[in-house]
């Protein structure tokens, strides 16, 4: 199965601070289409996980554009251009491109 | 407007069975691909299941041959039938709804979640 590593395990933000957490694949989830089979999810405390970022690079319906995803193949980056205070939960990596879908083990965002 | 309303769930012995339902609204599960995933206590996230096209269906290791993911069509209805339930199968469970027609990921929508407990 395809491991996925995010890092850094906890990140203390200062609002109004940038910020950004790294995911690496333990192989290329660039599709034959062209499209990363990559998304990235934010899990607010006591909610259920929403969706930030598709294929990579494309923000979720809703999604303010603070939020950025970047990267290809096995290397990528979510962005955060300010940090607001309701950015604070758990991001979560997850690559699609086969199955067993397999996420990263999480990146608490906390404020300082 | 779109929306998964999960039931089921609770407390159960181990080696015992439970069901899971998901009822959507606002859009028609037999067009999306529809999965299961769980959270064990203060873990992480971990996929379980996908149901797409007529009745594939895929699961992972950990659940293979003691969980059933399926569809209700009239009822619009997700399900999954846990049986021989293990300790380590404690966990909120959600159902989730993929974005695209072609692949299995990019959840856009998700249950509230419902705890399962499996516990002597």
């Known amino acids: 199965e395809i491991v996925m590593t995010q890092s850094p395990l906890s990140l203390p933000v200062t609002p109004g601070e940038p910020a950004s957490i790294s995911c690496r694949s333990s192989?290329?989830?660039?599709?034959?289409?062209?499209?990363?089979?990559f998304d990235w999810y934010l899990q607010k405390p006591g909610q259920s996980p929403q969706l930030l970022i598709y294929?990579?690079?494309n923000r979720a319906s809703g999604v303010p554009d603070r939020f950025s995803g970047r990267g290809s193949g096995t290397e990528f980056t979510l962005n955060i251009s300010r940090v607001e205070a309701e950015d604070v939960g758990i991001y979560y990596c997850?690559?699609?491109?086969?199955?067993?879908?397999?996420f990263g083990g999480g990146t608490r965002v906390e404020i300082k | 407007e779109v929306q998964l309303v999960q039931s089921g769930g609770g407390l159960v012995q181990p080696g015992e069975s439970l069901r899971l339902s998901c009822v959507a609204s606002?859009?028609?599960?037999?067009?999306?691909?529809m999965s299961w995933l769980r959270q064990a206590p203060g873990k992480g996230l971990e996929w379980v299941s996908v149901?797409?096209?007529?009745?594939?269906?895929y699961y992972a290791d950990s659940v293979k041959g003691r969980f059933t993911i399926s569809r209700d069509n009239s009822k619009n209805t997700l399900n999954l039938e846990m049986n021989n339930l293990r300790v380590e199968d404690t966990a909120v469970y959600f159902c989730a709804r993929a974005l695209f027609y072609d692949h299995s990921g990019s959840f856009d929508f998700w249950g509230q979640g419902t705890l399962v407990t499996v516990s002597s």
């Open positions: 606002g859009f028609t599960i037999r067009d999306n691909y």
């Open positions: 192989q290329s989830l660039l599709h034959s289409t062209g499209y990363n089979y």
């Open positions: 294929l990579g690079s």
């Open positions: 997850m690559q699609a491109l086969e199955t067993p879908l397999t």
């Open positions: 149901i797409y096209g007529g009745n594939s269906a």
